[in-house]
């Protein structure tokens, strides 16, 4: 018998199996009852993590390919995913130990050494891996992969590291911290995006948002960005029907519910979406559930007069644009989706390929040519920090800079004004963002339109009941009249920002 799939019974803090995490990470490992293979798994974990070290390469890019030509699977793949992430969310919080307990300090030592230590530390302290086994194993990698000398370092530290945690001490000094410098170590985000997601809790709390903006929102916000994210599915309508596809999931013997925020989502526990037939055909996507939101929204909100021309300004990698495109292939309407980048715009072609109504282009978004009697609808998904994805990517918070907001936002400024050039009078353009950064969103928005003078901020609080059941949209939405702000520890979504402009 199919068991319900009421999508309530979802939140950050559940897992679909009812397995509680634990605050810096999740076990889902007992070490009485298995043992991963040990050399394989934790090599490639090492090489995985050296490569987004020293490489800047993504660990989401990396990581399923090399498990699927090592024919790592099953416990295997999730031991080396739990410790390839988990390693990564509590980057930050396990260098800080490392300085506690070693003479060396983290800008001194090799990186292969570094990478080691990291990912020792992570099995100690999150994955309950037997102290002897963690040790002796990062030890042997040392060897193996750096140098024997550094071996006694990495012992040293580790040993270190487990005496601090079980006698306290290691508390302790965490207590002995300013309460900001503890936020940023203990959940591993740098100082600055602390203060980003402070001002904007803060910033849509005084625009009539119905959330939390208190320290214990911001923590919770933290530690839900080192949880890993459950898998959200789309099931782009008229190529397959959500119910299909959620058979299809439990075929995998994987749980699944309904999305909160979207009629076509599917939340999922676990196991690999490209093996489902659906992904592979482009008839279903990964989608982050608050992504697709903003697609709908998009794609949904009412407009009067013609609405058959429709642009994607910056569609790379192409989920928001293919739910979109399916949407309006439904109406008659054709999606010009514009990405400037070739490997992107490739990513967009892969998305699309089961839509016969989707044109793909290779343009600078801030350039892109003007229509004839212009588009109807604008989608502008701007470039941005990625400070709402943070769980999903979590190398991105070591890399972002402060500093580069200014250039950023610049950016995303020209994105704007060229979208509101090319949509039509009376169009629809819709400003969306991967950050709740005030910055990359309200006071850009605010600041483009006051310059213009011809676009028009949208109600948005109607659309909600077009998309969503009410009775699985929380009380604190998130949306502040005009604008759209989902957070992860409120929705279980990215952070997602999205503002409809109606061009005057």
């Known amino acids: 018998m199919r068991p319900d799939r009421p999508s309530k019974e979802y939140s950050p803090r559940k897992s679909p199996r009812g397995n509680q995490r634990k605050k810096r ?50 416990r295997d793949a999730g031991f080396a995913t739990e410790l390839t992430y988990g390693t990564l969310r509590s980057q930050g919080f396990y260098d800080w130990i490392i300085d506690e307990c070693s003479t060396r300090p983290v800008a001194a030592l090799e990186k292969e050494v570094l990478v080691i230590l990291r990912m020792g530390l992570h099995q100690l302290l999150n994955m309950r891996v037997p102290t002897h086994a963690a040790v002796s194993e990062s030890v042997n990698l040392t060897k193996q992969e750096a140098n024997e000398g550094a071996a006694g370092l990495v012992n040293g530290v580790l040993r270190q590291a487990v005496r601090l945690a079980d006698s306290g001490e290691l508390e302790s000094r965490l207590d002995a911290l300013s309460a900001s410098r503890r936020l940023a170590i203990e959940y591993s985000h740098p100082a600055w995006i602390i203060a980003a997601y402070r001002a904007a809790l803060s910033e849509h709390a005084k625009l009539g948002a119905q959330i939390p903006s208190d320290d214990d929102s911001l923590t919770a916000l933290l530690a839900e960005n080192n949880r890993a994210p459950y898998i959200n599915l789309v099931a782009r309508p008229g190529l397959v029907d959500r119910e299909e596809l959620a058979d299809a999931v439990e075929d995998m013997e994987q749980d699944v ?17 490209a093996s489902l037939e659906e992904v592979r055909q482009a008839r279903a996507g990964v989608e982050d559930q608050g992504s697709q939101l903003v697609a709908a929204l998009a794609a949904t909100y009412p407009l009067e007069g013609s609405d058959q021309n429709w642009l994607d300004l910056c569609a790379g990698p192409g989920g928001k644009a293919a739910l979109m495109a399916a949407l309006g292939r439904q109406r008659g309407a054709q999606l010009v989706a514009n990405e400037i980048s ?123 009941e077009q998309l969503i059941d009410a009775d699985a949209w929380p009380q604190g939405l998130g949306c502040a009249d005009k604008y759209l702000q989902l957070w992860p520890h409120i929705h279980a979504s990215d952070a997602m920002f999205a503002a409809v402009i109606s061009k005057n």
Request: charged fraction near 25%.
């Open 25 to 74: 990470g999740g076990n889902r490992f007992e070490p009485e009852e298995w043992r991963p293979q040990t050399d394989r798994v934790r090599t490639l974990v090492f090489q995985v993590l050296l490569a987004v070290e020293t490489k800047d390469a993504y660990a989401n890019l990396l990581l399923p390919p090399r498990l699927t030509r090592a024919h790592i699977a099953g």
């Open 257 to 273: 519910a309904y999305s909160t925020l979207s009629p076509w989502g599917l939340i999922v526990s676990g196991g690999d979406p």
């Open 342 to 464: 070739p490997h992107r715009a490739k990513l967009v072609e892969d998305s699309v390929q089961a839509l016969d109504n989707v044109q793909v282009t290779q343009k600078d978004g801030t350039q892109f040519p003007l229509r004839e009697g212009g588009y109807d609808r604008v989608l502008v998904d701007a470039p941005c920090t990625g400070l709402g994805a943070l769980r999903r990517h979590p190398e991105s918070r070591y890399r972002a800079r402060n500093e580069t907001i200014p250039d950023i936002t610049d950016l995303q400024e020209r994105l704007l004004n060229r979208a509101l050039d090319v949509c039509r009078p009376g169009g629809l353009v819709i400003y969306a963002t991967c950050s709740p950064h005030p910055a990359e969103t309200t006071f850009l928005v605010e600041r483009v339109l006051k310059a213009r003078g011809d676009g028009q901020l949208q109600e948005l609080t109607p659309v909600w």
